[in-house]
Every structure is written in structure tokens, then in C-alpha cells.
């Protein structure tokens, strides 16, 4: 009975498959569902590098991530992150802290199974798990046993194109003093 009334809460919590957002929202659109008291916000810049016959290039962007802790009934609780590209959601995640004899990875990872199946990829000594159902892709990372975190990516034609869109832009190289342009790398990410 115990079992069950755990899944069933889980079913719940985990409805969608990123809490409740739709892959594009707006940030303030997932704020209103969440009906949150407090959050904090980083701008997180990311950048690539690339290696082409004219030498090594890097290309930067930033993503707006905006982060709280909520319960997640019996696995405890987590940092929720939302993260938006251009004010559009394409990447959310769960991250807790492990504590000696916590169990809730094996149970997370089970919850996960159970969810999308078994048929998912393994990085690593079972440490790394990779899930895609068509328009998420779910990863589980297991952190040297001290924390994990739950990743969930948009794998929408929308999010791409959103995401084309947002490298396609030129960026100034300052070891060359020019203009360069590169797309579809963070792309082959998801």
C-alpha cells in the first residue's frame, strides 16, 4: 500500500514532464504556475569552443536560470532550475544533495525506469543515465556519490529552431578581430 500511494504521488508530481511548463513557455508564464514566494536568478554564460582552419574560436550565450528548493514528497527535497534562452524554457532540473544511507537516488532512478522504460542509455559505472521519449530528453548523473541532479531537455523541432536562432548570431572573435558564425552545436547537445 505504501508503494502504491508513493507512485501515486509521484505520478502527480511528475505529470509533466518538467513540473509545469511547456517546452517555449515564457518565464513568466511558468512563474504563475508555480505561484512561487521566493527565487533566485542567475545569468549563467556559457561558452563553446571550436577548432576550424583558422584557429580555435569561441562562441558565447547566456541563459537565464531561476532556481528555489520545493519537497518532492518522499525523495526529500531539491533545487528546482529553470532555464530560458531567450526568455523561452528549454531546460529544467531537479539537484539534491546526498546524505549518508539517502536511498532517494536508487528510488529517483527507479521512479525514472518505471516512467520511460528501460530502455536507456548508461554512461559510466551506472552512474549516468539517458532517457528520450521524442520531445524530452531526461538525464540522471550521480556526482561522486554526493549529489545528482535530474536533467530534463526540450527535443522539440521548436526548441531547436529557437536554438538555431540563438547561435546563429555573430559574435566578435577578439583574437582575430572579426565577425564569425557558427550554428548548431548546443543543438547536438539535445
Known sequence: MKILVML???I???AYDFRYGNWGDSSETIFKKEKLSSISYKENLKNKSFQTFKGNYVYNYSVDEYSF???LESL????VTYSFLKDKFYKGSYSRDLKENDKSFERMKQYLIWKYGDNYQTYGL???FEWNNGDTKIVLNLFLGRNYTVEYFANSKY???LIDEAENGREIIKELGTEFKEFNKLKEKL
Open 12 to 14: 502527480n508530481l511528475f
Open 76 to 79: 526529500g527535497e531539491f533545487r
Open 69 to 71: 528548493l520545493d519537497n
Open 8 to 10: 501515486f504521488l509521484a
Open 159 to 161: 526548441m531547436k529552431e
Open 126 to 128: 551506472d552512474d549516468s
